[in-house]
Structure formats: structure tokens, C-alpha cells
């Protein structure tokens, strides 16, 4: 689609000129205010089905100058919700290098180091992602806020590869692993809500499954993504840095955000 940045003339005050939807109601990332939480019982424990990938596939790590991306075989799927959603894609979404503060989605106003989602779409009645996009029961997607801490060997499965993909446009093959250590240990823990794409078109098409726990990656795993990126391709002689690919909290719209803890 058209051009489209996170600040500046193209930024996302901007979006809807050209994206309408993102101007529209039920839009993403939202803040998660302790009073506007409702517990309900009925959220089970996220299921993930084939997400430990045989290290003999091959995934597609990529920059597209919005993100970094790993795409996703659709065997790999969600169960447990109202319809299979198969996998797509995870990307990330952080802040710069000297502010590792890029989280989208933010907990009672505090904003994480960076956040993964991965997105998948509902492949029980839609043959592809690009058909799923803009219907209501479309997409779900798992976002997983993160923190500088501990090193986390699982992002090495593909961090290491971001020199690789420095550039708008480039891509590289890595190996499978289990996509599941990239996740917190507890899936039964999480905020549910109805939302949208984070970024345009921002169709109000995503049901949001956000983990209430964090997972750590080192301070050098972070810089891995906070400062080895550009927005611009290879060959342009001004090398914009890929930072901040966040999207400020939306307005609620009179939304309930439901949670699957009580504590
Ligand atoms: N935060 S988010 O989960 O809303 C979200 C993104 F933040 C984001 F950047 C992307 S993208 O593909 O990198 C950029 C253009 O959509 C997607 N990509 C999705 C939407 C469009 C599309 C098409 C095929 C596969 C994945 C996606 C996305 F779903
Ligand atoms: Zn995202």
C-alpha cells in the first residue's frame, strides 16, 4: 500500500487520510487500566498446536521497513477459540537505542521495553491472510510484552541474523525451532479484547490475546533490534534508522478488556 512512518508527515496522525479505518473506532494498541479490567472465567489457557517447527524448515526472517518479520507455516495454529487460526507472521514493535521503552500496548500507563506479536488468521473460514484482513473474525493475534533483562537464547534463534536484513527489502533464511520458548511461561494468563491492526490499513479486525507477563531478553539482544535496523533500503543515500515502530494507546470506545487472572 502507500508510504507510511510512525512520525512526521506520513505518521500516524496522519494515517487515516489515507487508511480510513484508522481513524475509525476499535483501534489498537490500547492502555490496560486495572479498573476497566473484568475477570471472566470462560478464557481458558492459549492452546498452541505445531509451534515446535523441525529445525530442517526453513522461515523467512525479513525487514519491510516497518518491522522485522518471521513468517510462519499456517500448520501452526491456535486452538481452543472460537475458530482454528493458523499462523502467519511475528514481528516486533520498540523504542531506540537509548530508550528501550516501544511497547504498544501499555499497563496502567507503564510502556514495555518492546513487544512480539505474532498474527494469525482464521483459517476455518478463510483460505489466506489477505482474505482474513479486514473481516471481524479475521485475525488473532498474540502480542508478548518484553523486558530488558536476562539473556534469552530462543531470540538468538533469529536475532542473530539482523545484520542480514539491515535494509528495507532483505531477507534471509533460519532454520526452524520451537516458537513456543519465545513465549512467557504462562498462556493461562492474559488480556483479551477486541481491537485492530496496529498499523494500515488498521482494519478493526484482530481478536487481541496480550500475556500479562513479560519475557526478558538482554540489553545487547534488545540493541540487536534498537539500533541494527533501517527503514530505508540499501541503496539510499540517507540510511533512515528503524526506530519507534510504536503506535500510541487508542481510545477505548466504551470497550471491556477481559482478563483470564484474578490476582
Ligand atoms: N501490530 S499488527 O499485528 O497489527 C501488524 C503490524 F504492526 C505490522 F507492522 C504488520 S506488517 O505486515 O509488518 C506492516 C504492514 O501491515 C502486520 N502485518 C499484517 C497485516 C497485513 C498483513 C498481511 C500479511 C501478513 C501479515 C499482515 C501486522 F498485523
Ligand atoms: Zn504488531
Redesign the pocket.
Known amino acids: 500500500?502507500g508510504k507510511w512512518t510512525y512520525d512526521g508527515p506520513d505518521g500516524e496522525h496522519h494515517w487515516s487520510r489515507n487508511y480510513p479505518y484508522c481513524g475509525g473506532a476499535f483501534q489498537?494498541?490500547i492502555n490496560f487500566q486495572p479498573e476497566l479490567l473484568r475477570f471472566d472465567p470462560n478464557l481458558l489457557p492459549i492452546q498452541l498446536q505445531d509451534y515446535n517447527l523441525s529445525n530442517k524448515e526453513q522461515l523467512t526472517l525479513s525487514n519491510?521497513g516497518?518491522?522485522v518479520?518471521l513468517s510462519l507455516p499456517s500448520r501452526m495454529h491456535l486452538a481452543g477459540l472460537s475458530h482454528r487460526y493458523s499462523a502467519?507472521?511475528l514481528?516486533f514493535?520498540w523504542g531506540s537505542s537509548n530508550t528501550p521503552s516501544g511497547s504498544?500496548h501499555t499497563v496502567n500507563g507503564k510502556q514495555f521495553a518492546a513487544e512480539m506479536?505474532l498474527?494469525h488468521?482464521n483459517s476455518a473460514k478463510y483460505p489466506n491472510?489477505?482474505t482474513a484482513?479486514d473481516k471481524s473474525d479475521g485475525?488473532a493475534?498474540l502480542g508478548v510484552f518484553i523486558e530488558v533483562g536476562e539473556h534469552n537464547p530462543a531470540f538468538d534463534r533469529f536475532l542473530k541474523y539482523v545484520n542480514g536484513i539491515k535494509y528495507n527489502g532483505q531477507k534471509v533464511q533460519v532454520a526452524g525451532f520451537n516458537v513456543r520458548e519465545l513465549l512467557p511461561a504462562r498462556l493461562d494468563e492474559y488480556y483479551r479484547y477486541d481491537g485492530?491492526?496496529?498499523?494500515?490499513?488498521?482494519?478493526p479486525s484482530?481478536l487481541w490475546t496480550v500475556f500479562r507477563n513479560p519475557v526478558s531478553i538482554s540489553l545487547r539482544q534488545y540493541l540487536a533490534l534498537a539500533s541494527a535496523l533501517f527503514s530505508s533500503h540499501a541503496q539510499e543515500a540517507a540510511p533512515m534508522p528503524l526506530l519507534g515502530?510504536y503506535?500510541k494507546t487508542q481510545l477505548m470506545d466504551n470497550r471491556v478488556v477481559l482478563v483470564s487472572f484474578q490476582q
Open positions: 500500500g489498537s494498541p519491510n516497518h518491522s518479520l502467519a507472521q514481528h514493535h504498544e506479536h498474527v488468521f491472510i489477505s484482513l485475525l493475534v485492530s491492526l496496529t498499523t494500515p490499513p488498521c482494519f484482530v515502530n503506535r
